[in-house]
């Protein structure tokens, strides 16, 4: 089987295994257990941020980050395809009272400014507003199929949450992706956001853990709102020594990610009935579709799970094929075959 729906299923490495093994421990809630300092310390490096904190996931951390930026009644001003609005169980509105305010999200993921200047509403002047407590940004971005936010977009976007005066939190859950691609230190992206949360458990391939990096004041927040949620671990040294094996040894090897991704779709592109936009192929992702989807019958995703390769439905008709490690480029070239004979089969 080659499982091509999320680079979530990828397995610890063995040197992770091994660190895992020899990790030294203590209660992290104590702030005493060595692994998880490193590794929180080694995270803040990297993004260039003062501190950093290890949360349970990628959801727990934009969770956290939301509510430490903002007070009940606020908005989280945010892209209408973005990860936060769609996927996390609306947590931060049922669990802060922080008010969604959802802006269009164009083809690479990037909300467009115009809707984004509008939805900062200072509610000191006008009191049918909630006032605005954090703009959220998502690169790259999973929705839009793995696409990245440039640096002059992020500029444009700082500029536009300084003249307000409000931060931004960046769900960079595969921000490490975008860096590779760019072929930039991942600070040179961070450096743009307050806040960042990214997942040691997607590409990075380690087993569990996320991480939000900011300044000392939002991190010493963030951990009180961690505890709140009950994300308080013990002697989570024994996950974090595996993100420390990611942060250090599978950030490089995502370029192989990209390549292979891109294989992927340059043998899907030209299929008959084929959607696939490659202009947005731009990391791991591939979202994929029929251009007119068939209302009946088995979907493609079933059909190819039958032929030895599993890919992610979307819904709306679509697909989605994410590489990672564990996968060769021998499973990709696999993969194409496969995909390109059911497709064939199915007639779209
Ligand atoms: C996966 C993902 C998350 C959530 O991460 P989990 O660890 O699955 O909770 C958040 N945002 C984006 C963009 C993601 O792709």
Avoid at 65 to 80: C, K, N, P
Avoid at 118 to 135: D, K
Avoid at 149 to 175: F, K, M, N
Avoid at 227 to 251: C, F, S
């Amino acid at each position: 089987m080659i499982d091509l729906r999320s680079d979530t299923v990828t397995l610890p490495s063995p040197a992770m295994r091994e660190a895992m093994y020899r990790a030294e421990l203590g209660d992290d809630v104590m702030g005493e257990d060595p692994t998880v300092n490193r590794l929180e310390a080694l995270a803040a490096e990297m993004t260039g941020k003062e501190a950093a904190l290890l949360v349970v996931s990628g959801t727990m951390g934009n969770l956290v980050s939301v509510l430490s930026h903002s007070r009940r009644g606020e908005e989280a001003i945010l892209g209408d395809q973005s990860h936060i609005f769609h996927f996390e169980a609306g947590g931060a509105s049922a669990l802060g009272g922080v008010v969604f305010h959802p802006v269009a999200t164009g083809r690479f993921g990037e909300l467009d400014l115009n809707g984004l200047k509008n939805a900062i509403r200072p509610a000191a002047t006008n009191v049918h507003y909630a006032p605005p407590g954090v703009i959220c940004l998502e690169s790259t971005h999973n929705r839009c199929g793995g696409t990245i936010l440039p640096p002059t977009y992020l500029q444009a976007v700082r500029e536009l949450a300084d003249a307000a005066g409000i931060p931004i939190h960046l769900d960079g859950s595969r921000i490490f992706n975008a860096a590779v691609a760019l072929e930039c230190p991942v600070r040179e992206l961070t450096r743009f956001a307050d806040s960042v949360q990214f997942c040691l458990s997607k590409g990075l391939s380690a087993p569990v853990g996320s991480l939000v990096c900011g300044s000392r004041d939002f991190i010493a927040r963030a951990r009180r709102t961690r505890k709140m949620v009950g994300g308080g671990m013990r002697q989570a040294g024994i996950i974090a020594a595996a993100g420390i094996v990611a942060l250090t040894e599978m950030v490089e090897r995502l370029a192989e990610d990209h390549r292979h991704a891109r294989i992927l779709a340059e043998g899907l592109v030209e299929l008959p009935g084929m959607h696939l936009d490659l202009d947005t192929v731009q990391t791991n992702l591939v979202i994929l579709g029929p251009r007119a989807p068939h209302p009946e019958g088995p979907s493609f995703a079933q059909e190819l799970a039958r032929a030895g390769v599993k890919i992610g439905d979307i819904g709306g008709g679509r697909f989605r094929a994410v590489t990672h490690y564990g996968i060769a480029q021998a499973d990709i070239h696999e993969a194409v075959r496969v995909m390109q004979k059911t497709w064939r089969e199915l007639r779209y």
